[in-house]
């Protein structure tokens, strides 16, 4: 059992943040003497007034009398505030860099986990919420190491040291003050726990949120298209107000435990030192004059840290339902691992072949009992209704999926039983939506080669046709393409993503819906890069288009999840059928 995964999201932080372990020791070992440091100067508070103002009030001693004992003191205060700034300056940054060194960590994981998570997370989450929970929810969960190690750990150490020199002040005023801690403790637990739940809803919001404001940013275009800004506008408020009534719940309880502390703390003050005073004048256990400021600045001094942790106490809590999302993300399956003694993949030597091949999303058969061999250098075509498995077929090809029965084989082994990096070494997909990186146009069609020359940058892209708008862009191959390629049309953005996985050099390459949005003179030319590489690739075309796929060798015909016809263009097309179906409502 993972121990880990079982302890709570806060504890898991805390385990996180030991790797710092000798700037926690610098930040706890400055907190120490800065506890010994603040409650010495308390301390001093009785020989002050016992030793050197009683005395001369009295003119039991002169002041020259008084003169050493009052350096003294003085050299010792002196001292302690020409090291305090100093230990202050320390802890702070160390806290601090505990605080950013587990923000950066939280964040690469959290990247990662998103890089490697299945791509059904992926579908089965919302963006918005997984932005909320790697932004908002990782930023809340953080600064809780901020809190704990700046905050709550100096804090800590100053009640104890507080307790300890109360009780060395006066035990039995310090007795007194410790009956009031249980109640205090179980308020502030009440309330805890009640942010720590309220928190966590309202962050389910915040994603709810990010979601909502992704989705009208996306769709700005149909939203104005059909005048939807006022339902988008109401729709979005009703979400914030939801988000501010769950934010309201938050605050109330952390604002209700903070009162309570205001409340009780003060009155246990003025309780014990009128004990105190009770106890001076009628001469009990040894009570001083000077005691009594002793004591009380001695408690002034710790009622400010139990303050300060009566403050951080709910923001704590808050946090830990932010820690708790995040921990849901961290906690996500990765992709599935390669099998014991998976071997590499060196290419396509023989034939693909689906045996029997099911899947489901668990929701019901997607994929019912595909049989199909696919000879190296043909290109196959598969069409169907929408919702009829053409993409999850292609996706188990990319292994993004692996079946729930049968199995997808390469040259006769078990495309599970290959090492998932030289699989994909040996597979590139061209995609319905081109996406490009905020780059140039050289390092996007290098993306898939690192090590690629410009020979061979300029020769991908003369095979995915290409080549003359690239060389009429401002600056050539070194243009920026901007953020998604949004410098560049449509039709040259799906260029220059076929130009990628030609570079690539694949085995086997798929394009999923490459042409659907492409105007006719851009689909020709991505045609015949298509037509370019018949035979010396391996082609999958996932296509609605009959331009696209009545060139291809075999066409499938997807229907329900099985494959319902199987032939070239000429041959489907003479029979009765899905396929003349489905080309007929492209020709009528």
């Known amino acids: 059992m993972n121990t880990d995964v079982d302890a709570s999201p806060l504890a898991r932080l805390f385990r996180r943040s030991l790797a710092n372990g000798p700037v926690i020791a610098g930040v706890f070992v400055c907190g120490c003497v800065l506890t010994f440091i603040r409650y010495l100067r308390a301390y001093l508070m009785k020989p002050f007034v016992d030793e050197l103002v009683l005395p001369w009030v009295r003119e039991e001693i002169t002041l020259t009398a008084l ?39 939280i964040d690469q994981t959290v990247a990662a986990k998103f890089l490697s998570a299945p791509l059904r997370v992926h579908r089965g989450g919302t963006s918005g919420d997984f932005l909320a929970r790697a932004l908002t929810d990782a930023r809340l969960a953080c600064d809780s190491m901020l809190t704990l190690y700046n905050l709550v750990l100096l804090n800590v150490q100053l009640v104890i040291g507080g307790a300890i020199a109360l009780f060395l002040a006066s035990w039995q005023l310090a007795l007194l003050t410790v009956v009031a801690v249980p109640p205090i403790a179980i308020l502030l637990s009440f309330f805890g726990r009640r942010v720590q739940k309220q928190s966590h809803r309202r962050q389910e919001t915040q994603g709810d949120l990010s979601g909502r404001l992704l989705a009208i940013l996306s769709g700005i275009k149909v939203i104005k298209a059909f005048q939807g800004q006022d339902l988008e506008e109401r729709a979005y408020a ?38 105190g005073v009770w106890l001076l004048m009628n001469g009990m256990f040894d ?19 139990i303050k300060a942790l009566i403050k951080a106490y709910p923001k704590i809590m808050e946090a830990s339902g932010s820690a708790g999302r995040l921990f849901d993300i961290l906690d996500m399956d990765d992709e599935t691992r390669d099998r014991a003694g998976a071997r590499p993949m060196n290419g396509l030597a023989h034939r693909i072949r689906f045996r029997d091949v099911h899947f489901d999303y668990g929701g019901g058969a997607v994929l019912d009992g595909i049989d199909l061999e696919v000879e190296p250098g043909e290109v196959i075509a598969v069409v169907g209704r929408t919702g009829t498995g053409k993409s999850t077929l292609i996706d188990l090809v990319l292994r993004f999926h692996d079946p729930t029965q049968g199995a997808i084989e390469i040259d006769g082994i078990d495309l599970r039983d290959y090492n998932r990096e030289s699989f994909l070494d040996q597979i590139a997909v061209v995609t319905q939506e081109p996406f490009l990186f905020d780059l140039s146009v050289r390092e996007n069609i290098g993306y898939g080669r690192r090590d690629a020359s410009d020979s061979e940058i300029y020769a991908a892209a003369r095979a995915a046709s290409a080549e003359d708008f690239i060389e009429s862009l401002p600056e050539g191959y070194d243009t920026g393409v901007g953020e998604f390629g949004l410098r560049l049309s449509g039709g040259q953005r799906q260029r220059l993503t076929i130009a990628r996985a030609i570079l690539a050099d694949p085995a086997i390459l798929v ?11 851009t689909e020709a030319a991505v045609q015949a890069a298509i037509e370019s590489l018949r035979g010396q690739r391996t082609i999958f075309l996932v296509a609605h288009r009959l331009s696209t796929i009545r060139h291809a060798d075999r066409i499938v015909v997807l229907d329900q999840g099985r494959i319902a016809q199987l032939g070239n263009h000429e041959a489907l097309a003479s029979v009765p059928g899905l396929y003349r179906e489905l080309i007929g409502l492209q020709t009528t």
């Open 67 to 105: 003169a050493p004992r009052a350096t003294e003191l003085g050299l010792i205060l002196g001292a302690t505030m020409i090291v305090l700034p100093l230990l202050v300056f320390l802890r702070t940054y160390g806290a601090h860099w505990i605080g950013a060194s587990v923000r950066r960590d």
């Open 238 to 275: 009703a979400e914030t107000g939801k988000y501010f009534r769950r934010h309201m719940k938050v605050i109330w309880n952390g604002v209700v435990a903070r009162a309570v502390g205001e409340l009780v703390n003060p009155l246990v003050a003025v309780a014990v030192l009128g004990f």
């Open 287 to 305: 009570i001083t004059v000077g005691t009594l400021p002793q004591f009380g600045a001695i408690l002034l001094t710790v009622y400010k840290p």
């Open 511 to 521: 394009f999923d819906e490459a042409t659907s949005a492409l105007d006719a003179q």
